[in-house]
Every structure is written in structure tokens, then in C-alpha cells.
């Protein structure tokens, strides 16, 4: 069986991301395996986690200590920790349809809260994606007139300010693959600026004795597997 | 950045550079076609922010697996539209069939809902307690007297779990996936921190699970 080995600092941890076709019987789809299929792979997991290191989850289990929290997309391309090559620890999450931050939503502001008062972490990572179907979803949705309020539905109400970003834009000369890679740039940049609009990080950047915390905005390329950051603030900025 | 700069957030990007071109080493297309296929993940988790449980280290998943949302404590209230659209939108048009809830050992929402619980009722005045206010309530409901307080977690987790798994089951996109014989099953799952296991406390499948039109 080939397996990708990651290095990462002190310990080596050793992810499962190995291709599909090698690890498995030839003809088995990893994205329609069953849910038994997960539940094996997880002994499998564990198993060789503790082989490499005997004492890996008792240590987690004592303690979290993240250093950073990812706020991204729910699309299953972007899983944070493969793409990141990190280890169970490594950073706090939170993920929803388009990588968004409101201001008046609890629970991307509860997580906040939690990461840098309780946690401490040090850096908020805010990533977008190309391809990005929320996107493509709102550049649609802009097209349109706005909906009537009372037909709205938890999705349309979730996008509506990402929709209100996409009618800001200037699209017209844009090819459909320049205007999405517009929107989710610009969605980044956005979320980012409400990161910094809020309380959690509003107070820690005031208080001269508050752990360092910066905020990144990052775009993650699905066709070449890269991060690449966009803007990054701090209390100096 | 100087050198002493060099921080967890470099530190990432640098690790995402080394692993993208490890991939491109193995399958020199990898990438090209996660971007033009769109995605087919079979599975959605509804998780703990938690570091300790990234879904798809711990069910050693491929990018294009599993379609994901994490908050604090793995919640899914019904009148949170954070959760409710990607419920949505992962039933349709994602398309996944299964929903797996899953919340995990020593949750540290949980942790704190109990001790909320022991202080008496206060009004929620901030996001946090606010999102935790469900939580303490279904603290209240048990009866934790005389437990030691890993078990008294471990009971608040368990109790969790089966609740946000109701509430999936009572939310609009299962009640109408259901409705119209859509095949998507719900399942409450616990992490066990100390083992790295999953094990699966309840599933709950469509009403029409076993009949051919399904």
C-alpha cells in the first residue's frame, strides 16, 4: 500500500490520504463509500495512530491547545486539515455554505468568542475557494430582482449578503469564470473586514495586555491545491 | 517576515505547499479534477469545532468526501440559519445520503453548559451563552447527582448527541427529503478522545428505508 507521509514539526504524524485506487479494491469510489466504510476506516485510523504514537490520544484528550481557527467553506474539497497536512489539535473549525462571518450569527460568533478568549488561539484564518457554489449561487441570485421576504428560506437568507456583495460588483466584462473568482476574492475580503468588526477581536486588539491574534483572509486554488493569502490585519493595521 | 516571525499561520501555508505537491507527485490530476468535477460527497458531518476532531483526518477521507459544519458543541438548533442551510444545501443540490451528527468526549461546551447549569437561570448576554442556552437547559432535564464529573460529560454528550439528531429529524430539509422518498439516513455519532474511535449511538432512516420506491 503507498501512503503519503507528512513531517510536521517534532512529530511525525502519518496521514491516511493515500490514493484511492491503491488502497483500496480497484473499483470502489471513495466519495460513495458507506458509512461503515467511515467507521472502518476510523479503527483503521486509530489503530495506526497509536502504533506511530503510543501516546497520541491520551495527551489530546487532556488538553486542546490550537494555535489557529479556521473559518471556511463546508464543501468537501476543502477539508482544513488535509489540505494543511495537520494533526487532530492543530485548529479549531468552523465551516459554513460560502466561508461567511455575520455579525449577528451566533454561532460563527460563539466560535470566535470561544477560540480567542478561551483558547487563545493566535491566528483567524478566514478561507475561500475557487469554484466556489455559494458563489456561483449568488451570481445568479443578483441577477435576479430580490426575493419577496416571506418566501425566504434559511439558504436564501444565509446568501443574501453575500448576494448584496455580488449587485456591489462591477461584473459586466467579466467572463463567468473571471466573475466568480471576483466574487469569492471580494467575499474574502469582506468576511474578513466583519472579523475585525467584531467583538471578540475589536476588544483583543484594544487591550495593550491581550494575546497577539492576526487575521488572514486566504483563497484556497482547487485546481492546484494552494493557499494563497489575500490580506492579513492586525491591531496595527 | 523574519525569520522570528515565522508563525503557525506561515507555518500552515508551508505545510499546504508540501502536501499539494506530494498529491500532484502521485496523481498529477488530482487537483484538476476536484475543480471541474463539482462535488459528490455521500456524507455530511454536523461537528464540534473542536481541534481534536477534524473530520476527515479522523475518518482518514479524501477532499470531496464529506461536506462540513462545525460549531461549539455540535448543535443544530431549528432556528440557527447557519445550520439549517447547509443542511440544505447539502441534501439538495449536493445530494448527500447520509447525515452523521457528531459530538465527542470531553466537550468542552459541554463542560461549560454544566457548570451554567448549577448557577441558575441568567439571562443569555452574549453570542456564547446565547448558543449554549439549549445545551443548559438539556443539562437541567438530567440528573447528573453523585456522578464524577467525566461521567457527568460523558452523559451531557450522549444526551446532546441523541437531541441535535432529533432536531436534524424535525428539521425542513429532512422532513421533506423524507417526505419525498429521498434516501438520506440521520446518524448520532460519539469521538472518544482517548481512544480516536467513533461509535455510533443511534441512526435513524427514512420511513420509506425499506420499501422499492425509495
Known amino acids: 500500500m503507498l501512503r503519503a507521509t507528512y513531517i510536521r514539526g517534532p512529530t511525525i504524524f502519518r496521514s491516511l490520504f493515500v490514493l484511492p485506487s491503491l488502497r483500496f479494491p480497484p473499483l470502489r469510489n471513495m466519495s460513495h463509500r458507506p458509512i461503515q466504510t467511515l467507521l472502518n476506516a476510523n ?18 484528550a487532556t488538553c486542546q491547545n490550537p494555535k489557529i481557527l479556521w473559518i471556511g467553506c463546508s464543501d468537501s474539497r476543502v477539508p482544513e486539515s488535509i489540505i494543511t497536512a495537520s494533526k487532530p489539535g492543530d485548529i479549531f473549525v468552523h465551516r459554513n455554505v460560502a466561508n461567511q462571518f455575520h455579525l449577528h450569527d451566533d454561532s460563527a460568533l460563539s466560535v470566535l468568542s470561544f477560540a480567542v478568549k478561551e483558547i487563545g488561539v493566535e491566528h483567524v484564518v478566514l478561507v475561500g475557494h475557487t469554484n466556489c457554489g455559494g458563489a456561483m449561487a449568488c451570481i445568479e441570485a443578483a441577477k435576479v430582482a430580490a426575493t419577496n421576504p416571506s418566501t425566504s428560506t434559511p439558504l436564501t437568507r444565509w446568501l443574501s449578503p453575500l448576494t448584496a456583495l455580488v449587485r456591489s460588483l462591477d461584473l459586466s466584462a467579466c467572463s463567468a469564470n473571471e466573475a466568480l473568482n471576483k466574487v469569492v ?16 477581536i475589536t476588544t483583543a486588539w484594544a487591550d495593550p495586555l491581550a494575546k497577539k491574534v492576526t487575521v488572514h483572509g486566504w483563497m484556497y486554488d482547487l485546481a492546484e491545491g494552494r493557499i494563497k493569502e489575500l490580506v492579513v490585519r492586525d491591531s496595527q493595521a | ?41 455521500k456524507v455530511l ?39 439549517n442551510s447547509v443542511l440544505s444545501y447539502a441534501v439538495d443540490p449536493v445530494g448527500v445520503k447520509h447525515v452523521v451528527l457528531v459530538g465527542h468526549s470531553v466537550c468542552g461546551g459541554a463542560q461549560s453548559a454544566i457548570q451554567a447549569a448549577e ?28 456522578l464524577p464529573e ?26 421533506t427529503a423524507w417526505a419525498t422518498g429521498k434516501n438520506v439516513s440521520v446518524h448520532g455519532w460519539v469521538y472518544d478522545l482517548a481512544t480516536g474511535r467513533i461509535r455510533e449511538l443511534v441512526v435513524r432512516s427514512p420511513p420509506c428505508a425499506n420499501a422499492s420506491s425509495c
Open chain 2, 150 to 175: 467525566n461521567e457527568a460529560v460523558d452523559k451531557v454528550v450522549e444526551a446532546n448527541i441523541r437531541k441535535q439528531v432529533e432536531n436534524i429529524c424535525l428539521s425542513e430539509p429532512i422532513v
Open chain 2, 45 to 83: 458531518w454536523i461537528g464540534c469545532s473542536d481541534s481534536r476532531v477534524p473530520a476527515s483526518v479522523v475518518t482518514a477521507s479524501m477532499p470531496g468526501d464529506i461536506f462540513t459544519h462545525t460549531n461549539i458543541a455540535n448543535q443544530f438548533h431549528s432556528f440557527d440559519d447557519n445550520v
Open chain 2, 1 to 41: 517576515m523574519s525569520q522570528l516571525q515565522l508563525n503557525a499561520a506561515e507555518d500552515l501555508i508551508n505545510a499546504n505547499e508540501r502536501w499539494a505537491r506530494d498529491v500532484i507527485k502521485h496523481d498529477p490530476n488530482f487537483f484538476k479534477d476536484s475543480a471541474t468535477d463539482s462535488q459528490r460527497p
Open chain 1, 43 to 60: 479503527e483503521e485510523w486509530a489503530q495506526s495512530v497509536v502504533k506511530d504514537t503510543p501516546d497520541f490520544f491520551a495527551r489530546s
Open chain 1, 185 to 200: 476574492e471580494a467575499n474574502i475580503i469582506k468576511q474578513v473586514d466583519n472579523i475585525c468588526k467584531s467583538e471578540p
Open chain 2, 119 to 146: 448557577q441558575g437561570p441568567v439571562e443569555p448576554y452574549d453570542p456564547l451563552t446565547r448558543w449554549l442556552a439549549p445545551l443548559v437547559q438539556l443539562v437541567r432535564t438530567l440528573d447528573l447527582h453523585g
